[in-house]
């Protein structure tokens, strides 16, 4: 049983779900936190895809078309990638629900949706994932890869996948998280923020790419824990609410239905 950290609760009348608490290593105030990652993001755009292959060991996009397959797409769905970056989960879902369906890819960051364009994405949308610029119930699934601590608020982001999705459609999230065992806690710390930053930066020659690796952990580290994911998709709404674990929990997949 976990208890409720003390950044949840604003006062006992109105609550707020902040994936973490404020990291004053990158930012001094809670109000400047959203414009400093998306400058992070803007300048590590280009190296996005080595970064990102580099933290899933080369498995990223085997694990994202997966379990895309197994949550159902299937041609001629309508598809909403948030936080959609350079396309690699966008990309996956392409290619499962075309011809007829399409994929809209929508992200606050210019740099990574200027990747995306240059990745044969079409529909691209700028802006945040707490507040859709879409109409309400349109599409079929919608999908989040790797950017659940990235939102300022988890209820009002699932609020918004609610709103936007049909009847009988499914969110996807597929996140990073801290591993159930010390040990393993221990090992991926040591490789996630000490090794494979310094790799990066080396291979990609950008100082950003340390940074934002350094920073993916410490949101990582401190983001709250999956019982409060899942309960929050509940309090959104979403019925059918689950989570799958993969390597000893590292990676964790959530799903859940609008009924
Ligand atoms: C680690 S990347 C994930 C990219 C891609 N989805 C993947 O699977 O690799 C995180 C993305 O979240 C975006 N992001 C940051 N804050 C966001 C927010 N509040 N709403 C939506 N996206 C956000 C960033 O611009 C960045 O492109």
Request: proline share 5%; net charge positive; with cysteine.
């Amino acid at each position: 049983m976990h208890s409720t950290p003390h950044f949840l609760i604003k006062n006992p009348e109105q609550s707020t779900t902040k994936p973490h608490p404020m990291l004053n290593d990158y930012y001094a105030l809670d109000s400047q936190r959203q414009s400093t990652i998306n400058q992070l993001f803007d300048q590590v755009a280009p190296d996005y895809h080595w970064i990102s292959q580099a933290l899933s060991f080369g498995s990223g996009n085997w694990h994202r078309t997966n379990t895309l397959r197994q949550s159902g797409f299937s041609q001629g769905m309508n598809v909403l990638d948030v936080a959609c970056g350079p396309g690699t989960v966008a990309r996956c879902a392409q290619d499962l629900v075309k011809p007829e369906g399409y994929v809209v890819g929508h992200d606050p960051s210019r740099g990574m949706l200027q990747e995306a364009k240059k990745n044969g994405l079409r529909r691209l949308s700028q802006g945040l994932a707490e507040h859709l610029p879409f109409q309400d119930s349109i599409f079929d699934r919608v999908t989040m890869g790797y950017a659940l601590r990235h939102v300022s608020d988890l209820q009002h982001t699932f609020t918004e996948y609610f709103r936007v999705l049909k009847p009988g459609g499914r969110v996807l999230i597929l996140e990073i998280s801290r591993p159930r065992s010390l040990v393993q806690m221990r090992l991926a710390k040591f490789f996630l923020k000490t090794i494979i930053p310094r790799i990066a930066r080396y291979k990609t020659r950008n100082q950003e790419a340390l940074t934002i690796m350094e920073y993916f952990w410490d949101t990582i580290e401190h983001c709250v824990s999956p019982e409060i994911i899942l309960t929050t998709l509940k309090r959104s709404g979403f019925s059918q609410v689950n989570v799958a674990e993969f390597c000893g929990g590292l990676i964790k997949d959530y799903h859940a239905t609008k009924l």
